[in-house]
Protein backbone atom coordinates (compact mmCIF):
# COMPACT_ATOMS: atom_id res chain seq x y z
CA UNK A 1 0.00 0.00 0.00
CA UNK A 2 2.97 2.24 -0.13
CA UNK A 3 4.29 4.95 -2.62
CA UNK A 4 7.25 4.00 -4.82
CA UNK A 5 8.31 7.62 -5.75
CA UNK A 6 7.61 11.07 -6.40
CA UNK A 7 8.38 12.26 -9.95
CA UNK A 8 7.94 16.65 -10.70
CA UNK A 9 7.72 16.23 -14.41
CA UNK A 10 7.47 19.87 -16.90
CA UNK A 11 5.09 19.26 -19.72
CA UNK A 12 7.77 17.54 -21.92
CA UNK A 13 8.68 14.68 -19.32
CA UNK A 14 11.61 16.37 -18.40
CA UNK A 15 12.28 15.27 -14.76
CA UNK A 16 12.78 18.46 -12.32
CA UNK A 17 12.32 16.51 -8.93
CA UNK A 18 12.44 12.91 -8.23
CA UNK A 19 12.43 11.35 -4.64
CA UNK A 20 12.64 7.61 -4.54
CA UNK A 21 11.40 6.15 -1.09
CA UNK A 22 11.63 2.36 -1.86
CA UNK A 23 14.41 1.71 -4.82
CA UNK A 24 11.88 -0.13 -6.61
CA UNK A 25 10.76 2.14 -9.78
CA UNK A 26 13.57 3.05 -11.52
CA UNK A 27 13.68 6.72 -13.14
CA UNK A 28 13.34 5.75 -16.77
CA UNK A 29 9.64 5.10 -16.03
CA UNK A 30 9.03 8.84 -15.96
CA UNK A 31 9.65 8.95 -19.51
CA UNK A 32 6.95 5.91 -20.00
CA UNK A 33 4.78 7.95 -17.73
CA UNK A 34 4.50 10.81 -20.13
CA UNK A 35 4.67 8.57 -23.30
CA UNK A 36 1.44 7.20 -21.89
CA UNK A 37 -0.29 10.14 -21.19
CA UNK A 38 0.72 11.87 -24.53
CA UNK A 39 -1.16 8.22 -26.28
CA UNK A 40 -4.25 8.66 -23.96
CA UNK A 41 -4.51 12.51 -24.78
CA UNK A 42 -4.92 12.01 -28.25
CA UNK A 43 -7.45 9.16 -28.12
CA UNK A 44 -9.50 11.20 -25.70
CA UNK A 45 -9.33 8.81 -22.37
CA UNK A 46 -6.94 10.67 -19.85
CA UNK A 47 -7.56 9.48 -16.68
CA UNK A 48 -5.95 10.94 -13.55
CA UNK A 49 -4.71 6.64 -12.69
CA UNK A 50 -2.86 4.97 -15.42
CA UNK A 51 -1.58 1.39 -15.15
CA UNK A 52 0.99 0.79 -17.40
CA UNK A 53 3.46 -2.67 -17.60
CA UNK A 54 2.66 -3.52 -13.78
CA UNK A 55 2.90 -0.13 -12.42
CA UNK A 56 0.37 2.29 -11.38
CA UNK A 57 0.91 5.72 -12.26
CA UNK A 58 -1.04 7.98 -10.14
CA UNK A 59 -0.57 12.24 -11.56
CA UNK A 60 -2.18 15.50 -11.51
CA UNK A 61 -1.39 18.50 -13.10
CA UNK A 62 -1.00 22.01 -12.28
CA UNK A 63 0.12 25.10 -14.12
CA UNK A 64 3.09 23.62 -16.24
CA UNK A 65 4.11 20.70 -14.05
CA UNK A 66 2.66 16.90 -13.46
CA UNK A 67 2.93 15.92 -9.94
CA UNK A 68 3.18 11.67 -10.29
CA UNK A 69 2.90 9.34 -7.56
CA UNK A 70 4.22 5.74 -9.19
CA UNK A 71 3.39 2.23 -7.04
CA UNK A 72 3.92 -1.23 -8.15
CA UNK A 73 1.77 -2.18 -4.77
CA UNK A 74 -2.16 -2.10 -5.07
CA UNK A 75 -2.57 1.66 -3.79
CA UNK A 76 -4.95 3.70 -2.01
CA UNK A 77 -5.89 6.05 -4.94
CA UNK A 78 -7.74 8.25 -3.47
CA UNK A 79 -5.51 8.58 -0.16
CA UNK A 80 -2.77 8.96 -2.55
CA UNK A 81 -4.84 11.84 -5.14
CA UNK A 82 -5.86 13.60 -2.04
CA UNK A 83 -1.66 13.60 -1.00
CA UNK A 84 -0.17 15.33 -3.79
CA UNK A 85 -3.06 17.69 -3.71
CA UNK A 86 -1.60 18.39 0.13
CA UNK A 87 1.62 18.56 -0.95
CA UNK A 88 1.02 21.33 -3.99
CA UNK A 89 -0.38 23.13 -1.31
CA UNK A 90 2.71 23.30 0.34
CA UNK A 91 4.83 24.52 -2.04
CA UNK A 92 2.48 26.81 -2.78
CA UNK A 93 2.58 27.87 1.02
CA UNK A 94 6.66 27.93 0.21
CA UNK A 95 7.19 29.01 -2.95
CA UNK A 96 3.64 31.42 -3.51
CA UNK A 97 3.90 29.94 -6.86
CA UNK A 98 4.46 26.20 -7.83
CA UNK A 99 6.25 26.35 -11.62
CA UNK A 100 9.54 24.84 -12.83
CA UNK A 101 11.28 27.93 -11.87
CA UNK A 102 10.33 28.15 -8.46
CA UNK A 103 11.59 24.51 -7.35
CA UNK A 104 14.92 24.83 -9.30
CA UNK A 105 15.33 28.05 -7.13
CA UNK A 106 14.46 25.97 -3.95
CA UNK A 107 15.98 23.06 -4.55
CA UNK A 108 17.43 21.94 -1.27
CA UNK A 109 13.94 22.95 0.35
CA UNK A 110 11.86 20.91 -1.91
CA UNK A 111 13.74 17.82 -1.51
CA UNK A 112 13.93 18.51 2.40
CA UNK A 113 9.77 18.91 1.83
CA UNK A 114 9.71 15.89 0.00
CA UNK A 115 11.70 14.01 3.20
CA UNK A 116 8.65 15.36 5.40
CA UNK A 117 5.29 14.84 4.13
CA UNK A 118 6.42 10.80 2.77
CA UNK A 119 8.05 8.36 4.77
CA UNK A 120 8.99 4.91 3.04
CA UNK A 121 6.28 5.53 0.74
CA UNK A 122 3.84 6.20 3.43
CA UNK A 123 2.34 9.97 3.64
CA UNK A 124 3.03 11.79 6.51
CA UNK A 125 2.37 15.43 7.88
CA UNK A 126 1.32 17.40 4.56
CA UNK A 127 -0.26 20.46 7.11
CA UNK A 128 1.70 23.58 5.72
CA UNK A 129 1.44 25.69 8.77
CA UNK A 130 2.94 22.99 11.14
CA UNK A 131 5.78 22.41 8.14
CA UNK A 132 6.64 25.87 8.17
CA UNK A 133 7.40 26.03 11.93
CA UNK A 134 10.85 23.84 11.33
CA UNK A 135 11.64 23.57 7.92
CA UNK A 136 11.97 27.13 7.15
CA UNK A 137 13.25 29.52 3.96
CA UNK A 138 15.98 31.92 4.25
CA UNK A 139 13.46 34.70 4.98
CA UNK A 140 12.31 32.31 8.18
CA UNK A 141 16.15 31.38 9.68
CA UNK A 142 16.65 32.04 13.06
CA UNK A 143 19.66 32.13 14.97
CA UNK A 144 18.67 29.00 17.75
CA UNK A 145 17.89 25.85 15.91
CA UNK A 146 14.18 25.10 16.05
CA UNK A 147 13.09 21.87 17.73
CA UNK A 148 10.38 20.30 15.51
CA UNK A 149 6.72 21.55 17.18
CA UNK A 150 4.99 19.21 18.89
CA UNK A 151 2.03 19.02 16.51
CA UNK A 152 4.52 16.81 14.47
CA UNK A 153 4.66 14.14 17.55
CA UNK A 154 1.05 13.99 18.73
CA UNK A 155 -2.33 13.16 17.66
CA UNK A 156 -3.05 16.83 17.15
CA UNK A 157 -1.30 17.26 13.65
CA UNK A 158 -3.37 20.16 12.43
CA UNK A 159 -2.55 22.78 15.50
CA UNK A 160 0.44 23.56 17.28
CA UNK A 161 0.87 24.13 21.60
CA UNK A 162 1.81 27.65 22.84
CA UNK A 163 -0.41 29.40 20.64
CA UNK A 164 -1.66 32.36 22.88
CA UNK A 165 -4.33 35.60 22.25
CA UNK A 166 -5.58 38.19 24.20
CA UNK A 167 -8.86 38.08 23.81
CA UNK A 168 -10.71 34.23 22.77
CA UNK A 169 -13.48 34.21 20.26
CA UNK A 170 -14.85 31.40 18.21
CA UNK A 171 -16.81 32.35 15.29
CA UNK A 172 -19.40 30.13 13.50
CA UNK A 173 -20.91 30.65 10.32
CA UNK A 174 -23.47 28.14 9.17
CA UNK A 175 -24.06 29.08 5.74
CA UNK A 176 -26.77 27.15 3.06
CA UNK A 177 -26.30 27.68 -0.55
CA UNK A 178 -29.17 26.83 -2.45
CA UNK A 179 -29.34 25.23 -6.20
CA UNK A 180 -32.52 25.06 -7.52
CA UNK A 181 -33.83 24.80 -11.21
CA UNK A 182 -38.00 25.69 -12.54
CA UNK A 183 -39.09 24.74 -15.42
CA UNK A 184 -40.60 27.30 -17.58
CA UNK A 185 -44.17 25.96 -16.64
CA UNK A 186 -43.48 26.80 -13.10
CA UNK A 187 -42.41 22.81 -11.74
CA UNK A 188 -39.14 22.51 -9.65
CA UNK A 189 -37.35 20.28 -11.61
CA UNK A 190 -33.79 20.46 -9.57
CA UNK A 191 -33.76 21.12 -5.52
CA UNK A 192 -31.17 20.98 -3.02
CA UNK A 193 -29.20 22.61 -0.06
CA UNK A 194 -25.53 22.44 0.36
CA UNK A 195 -24.54 23.21 3.92
CA UNK A 196 -21.60 24.11 6.05
CA UNK A 197 -20.54 25.29 9.22
CA UNK A 198 -17.32 27.76 8.62
CA UNK A 199 -15.21 28.39 11.57
CA UNK A 200 -12.21 31.03 12.76
CA UNK A 201 -11.14 30.36 15.97
CA UNK A 202 -9.14 32.55 17.70
CA UNK A 203 -8.19 30.46 20.81
CA UNK A 204 -5.26 29.98 23.82
CA UNK A 205 -3.61 26.72 24.36
CA UNK A 206 -5.40 23.43 22.96
CA UNK A 207 -9.08 23.87 23.75
CA UNK A 208 -11.65 21.19 23.14
CA UNK A 209 -15.21 22.71 21.66
CA UNK A 210 -18.26 20.96 21.48
CA UNK A 211 -21.10 21.55 19.51
CA UNK A 212 -24.63 20.44 19.46
CA UNK A 213 -26.85 20.63 16.66
CA UNK A 214 -30.84 20.13 16.71
CA UNK A 215 -30.30 16.75 15.16
CA UNK A 216 -32.99 14.41 14.19
CA UNK A 217 -31.52 11.01 14.60
CA UNK A 218 -30.03 12.38 18.52
CA UNK A 219 -33.89 13.38 19.30
CA UNK A 220 -35.38 10.43 18.28
CA UNK A 221 -32.91 8.40 20.66
CA UNK A 222 -33.59 11.14 23.79
CA UNK A 223 -36.89 10.41 23.27
CA UNK A 224 -38.05 13.78 22.39
CA UNK A 225 -41.33 15.46 22.26
CA UNK A 226 -43.33 15.28 19.10
CA UNK A 227 -43.19 19.20 19.43
CA UNK A 228 -38.77 19.14 19.25
CA UNK A 229 -38.76 15.89 16.55
CA UNK A 230 -40.57 18.84 14.81
CA UNK A 231 -38.08 21.44 14.99
CA UNK A 232 -34.99 18.45 14.18
CA UNK A 233 -33.41 18.17 11.01
CA UNK A 234 -32.14 15.39 9.10
CA UNK A 235 -28.87 15.73 7.44
CA UNK A 236 -27.38 13.80 4.55
CA UNK A 237 -23.74 13.29 3.10
CA UNK A 238 -22.28 14.69 6.55
CA UNK A 239 -18.68 15.23 6.16
CA UNK A 240 -16.54 16.45 9.02
CA UNK A 241 -13.25 18.64 9.72
CA UNK A 242 -10.19 15.37 10.64
CA UNK A 243 -10.49 17.43 13.99
CA UNK A 244 -13.33 16.00 14.83
CA UNK A 245 -13.67 12.57 17.05
CA UNK A 246 -15.99 10.48 14.86
CA UNK A 247 -16.61 7.82 17.51
CA UNK A 248 -18.25 10.07 19.84
CA UNK A 249 -20.20 11.75 17.25
CA UNK A 250 -21.27 7.84 16.41
CA UNK A 251 -22.22 7.07 19.88
CA UNK A 252 -24.06 10.28 21.29
CA UNK A 253 -23.97 12.72 18.24
CA UNK A 254 -21.70 15.12 19.71
CA UNK A 255 -19.60 17.41 17.56
CA UNK A 256 -16.37 17.27 19.72
CA UNK A 257 -13.20 18.59 18.67
CA UNK A 258 -9.60 20.01 19.16
CA UNK A 259 -9.68 23.16 16.70
CA UNK A 260 -7.05 24.02 13.69
CA UNK A 261 -6.15 28.19 14.48
CA UNK A 262 -8.06 30.50 11.77
CA UNK A 263 -10.17 29.35 9.61
CA UNK A 264 -11.97 26.06 8.32
CA UNK A 265 -14.95 24.02 7.93
CA UNK A 266 -15.76 21.90 10.28
CA UNK A 267 -18.87 20.23 8.63
CA UNK A 268 -20.60 20.02 5.24
CA UNK A 269 -24.15 18.61 4.54
CA UNK A 270 -26.29 18.28 1.92
CA UNK A 271 -30.57 18.33 2.26
CA UNK A 272 -32.48 17.15 -0.95
CA UNK A 273 -35.99 17.46 -0.21
CA UNK A 274 -38.10 19.83 -2.32
CA UNK A 275 -37.08 23.18 -1.79
CA UNK A 276 -39.77 26.16 -2.05
CA UNK A 277 -38.11 28.75 -4.40
CA UNK A 278 -37.20 31.54 -1.85
CA UNK A 279 -37.70 34.42 -4.56
CA UNK A 280 -39.85 33.59 -7.53
CA UNK A 281 -39.16 35.46 -10.66
CA UNK A 282 -42.15 34.94 -13.73
CA UNK A 283 -40.98 36.72 -16.78
CA UNK A 284 -44.46 37.65 -19.28
CA UNK A 285 -43.20 38.53 -23.10
CA UNK A 286 -45.57 41.05 -25.03
CA UNK A 287 -44.99 41.57 -28.61
CA UNK A 288 -46.20 44.80 -29.69
CA UNK A 289 -45.38 44.89 -32.75
CA UNK A 290 -43.14 42.40 -35.41
CA UNK A 291 -39.70 44.60 -33.87
CA UNK A 292 -40.66 45.73 -31.07
CA UNK A 293 -41.00 43.37 -27.60
CA UNK A 294 -41.54 44.11 -23.55
CA UNK A 295 -40.64 42.01 -20.93
CA UNK A 296 -42.86 42.51 -18.08
CA UNK A 297 -40.83 40.61 -14.98
CA UNK A 298 -42.25 40.35 -11.75
CA UNK A 299 -40.45 38.87 -8.61
CA UNK A 300 -41.76 37.72 -5.38
CA UNK A 301 -40.17 36.85 -1.89
CA UNK A 302 -41.62 33.77 -0.64
CA UNK A 303 -40.14 33.72 2.86
CA UNK A 304 -41.64 35.26 5.95
CA UNK A 305 -41.80 39.00 6.15
CA UNK A 306 -39.23 39.47 9.05
CA UNK A 307 -36.37 38.32 7.19
CA UNK A 308 -34.80 40.84 4.38
CA UNK A 309 -33.18 39.16 1.52
CA UNK A 310 -29.74 42.04 1.02
CA UNK A 311 -27.83 41.90 -2.49
CA UNK A 312 -30.65 40.64 -4.63
CA UNK A 313 -29.38 40.04 -8.34
CA UNK A 314 -31.68 39.13 -11.14
CA UNK A 315 -30.05 38.48 -14.92
CA UNK A 316 -32.48 38.71 -17.31
CA UNK A 317 -31.62 37.24 -20.66
CA UNK A 318 -32.18 39.55 -23.95
CA UNK A 319 -31.51 38.75 -27.41
CA UNK A 320 -28.14 38.91 -28.60
CA UNK A 321 -29.25 41.62 -31.23
CA UNK A 322 -31.59 43.46 -28.63
CA UNK A 323 -31.33 47.22 -29.59
CA UNK A 324 -31.62 49.74 -26.72
CA UNK A 325 -33.04 48.06 -24.06
CA UNK A 326 -34.98 50.23 -21.57
CA UNK A 327 -36.05 49.20 -18.19
CA UNK A 328 -38.21 50.87 -15.46
CA UNK A 329 -38.31 49.28 -12.43
CA UNK A 330 -40.73 49.35 -8.82
CA UNK A 331 -37.75 48.45 -7.02
CA UNK A 332 -33.52 48.94 -7.28
CA UNK A 333 -32.08 50.17 -10.40
CA UNK A 334 -31.52 47.53 -13.87
CA UNK A 335 -29.05 48.18 -16.19
CA UNK A 336 -27.90 46.42 -19.46
CA UNK A 337 -24.99 44.30 -19.94
CA UNK A 338 -23.73 43.78 -23.47
CA UNK A 339 -20.90 41.21 -22.52
CA UNK A 340 -23.95 38.81 -21.04
CA UNK A 341 -26.42 39.59 -23.37
CA UNK A 342 -28.39 40.37 -20.08
CA UNK A 343 -30.62 42.59 -18.11
CA UNK A 344 -29.26 43.09 -14.30
CA UNK A 345 -31.66 44.21 -11.79
CA UNK A 346 -29.86 44.36 -8.14
CA UNK A 347 -32.24 45.60 -5.43
CA UNK A 348 -30.69 45.94 -2.45
CA UNK A 349 -33.09 44.87 -0.07
CA UNK A 350 -36.32 42.66 -0.75
CA UNK A 351 -38.58 42.08 2.17
CA UNK A 352 -40.10 39.18 3.01
CA UNK A 353 -43.75 38.63 1.42
CA UNK A 354 -43.12 41.34 -1.53
CA UNK A 355 -43.44 42.04 -5.42
CA UNK A 356 -41.33 44.15 -7.43
CA UNK A 357 -41.60 44.53 -10.91
CA UNK A 358 -39.61 45.82 -13.74
CA UNK A 359 -40.09 46.41 -17.32
CA UNK A 360 -38.09 46.00 -20.27
CA UNK A 361 -38.66 47.55 -23.88
CA UNK A 362 -36.42 46.39 -26.56
CA UNK A 363 -36.42 46.39 -30.27
CA UNK A 364 -35.12 43.99 -32.82
CA UNK A 365 -33.59 44.81 -36.29
CA UNK A 366 -35.21 42.53 -38.28
CA UNK A 367 -37.92 40.29 -38.81
CA UNK A 368 -35.29 36.85 -38.80
CA UNK A 369 -33.46 38.00 -35.85
CA UNK A 370 -36.92 38.50 -34.35
CA UNK A 371 -37.69 34.88 -35.78
CA UNK A 372 -34.37 33.47 -34.11
CA UNK A 373 -35.42 35.01 -30.68
CA UNK A 374 -38.10 32.78 -30.15
CA UNK A 375 -36.17 29.68 -29.67
CA UNK A 376 -35.11 28.95 -26.31
CA UNK A 377 -33.81 31.60 -24.43
CA UNK A 378 -31.01 30.78 -21.29
CA UNK A 379 -32.55 31.23 -18.14
CA UNK A 380 -33.11 34.10 -15.35
CA UNK A 381 -30.27 33.59 -12.52
CA UNK A 382 -30.85 34.98 -9.49
CA UNK A 383 -28.06 35.96 -6.48
CA UNK A 384 -29.23 36.86 -3.17
CA UNK A 385 -28.13 36.66 0.19
CA UNK A 386 -30.77 35.85 3.30
CA UNK A 387 -29.05 36.61 6.51
CA UNK A 388 -30.28 35.37 9.80
CA UNK A 389 -32.25 32.29 8.22
CA UNK A 390 -31.89 28.82 6.91
CA UNK A 391 -34.09 26.37 4.81
CA UNK A 392 -32.94 23.51 6.52
CA UNK A 393 -34.08 25.01 9.75
CA UNK A 394 -30.55 23.88 11.43
CA UNK A 395 -29.60 25.62 14.76
CA UNK A 396 -26.75 25.34 16.86
CA UNK A 397 -27.85 24.63 20.70
CA UNK A 398 -24.31 25.28 22.00
CA UNK A 399 -21.07 25.76 21.43
CA UNK A 400 -18.70 25.33 24.23
CA UNK A 401 -14.74 25.53 24.80
CA UNK A 402 -13.28 24.01 27.45
CA UNK A 403 -9.60 24.32 28.12
CA UNK A 404 -7.42 23.52 31.14
CA UNK A 405 -6.34 27.06 32.14
CA UNK A 406 -9.88 27.89 32.56
CA UNK A 407 -10.39 30.69 30.44
CA UNK A 408 -14.13 32.12 29.22
CA UNK A 409 -14.65 32.54 25.33
CA UNK A 410 -16.68 34.40 23.61
CA UNK A 411 -18.71 32.17 20.66
CA UNK A 412 -20.53 34.11 17.81
CA UNK A 413 -23.06 31.70 15.63
CA UNK A 414 -24.70 33.30 12.55
CA UNK A 415 -26.58 31.60 9.79
CA UNK A 416 -27.14 33.05 6.19
CA UNK A 417 -28.53 31.47 3.03
CA UNK A 418 -27.11 32.35 -0.30
CA UNK A 419 -28.25 31.61 -4.00
CA UNK A 420 -25.99 28.80 -5.34
CA UNK A 421 -27.21 27.65 -9.62
CA UNK A 422 -30.80 29.22 -9.14
CA UNK A 423 -31.94 28.98 -12.38
CA UNK A 424 -35.79 29.58 -13.61
CA UNK A 425 -36.22 28.77 -17.29
CA UNK A 426 -37.95 31.48 -19.46
CA UNK A 427 -41.36 30.35 -21.48
Known sequence: ?????????????????????????????????????????ESGRITPIINHEGITYIYVQYSNLYLVAVARENINAASILLFLHKLREVFVHYFNELEEESLRDNFVIAYELLDEVMDYGYPQFTEAQILAEYIKTDAYKMEVQARPPMAVTNAVSWRSEGIKYKKNEVFLDVVESVNLLV?????????????????????????????????????????????????????????FHQCVRLTRFESDRTISFIPPDGAFDLMTY????????????????????????????????????????????????????????TPRTSQGTATYAPEKDAMVWKIKNFPGGREFVMRCRFALPSVPAEEESTGRMPPIRVNFELPYFTVSGIQVRYLKVIEKSGYQALPWVRYITTAGEYEIRMS
Not at 20 to 31: F, I, L, Q, S, T
Not at 281 to 300: M, P
Open 183 to 239: NSNGTVVRSEVLGALKMRTFLTGMPECKLGLNDKVLFESQGRSPQDKKKAVDLEDMK
Open 1 to 41: MATSAIFILDLKGKVILCRDYRGDVAPKNAEKFITRVNELE
Open 270 to 325: RLSHNVKPLIWVECLVEKHSRSRTDYLVKARSQFKDRSTATQVEILLPLPPDAIAP
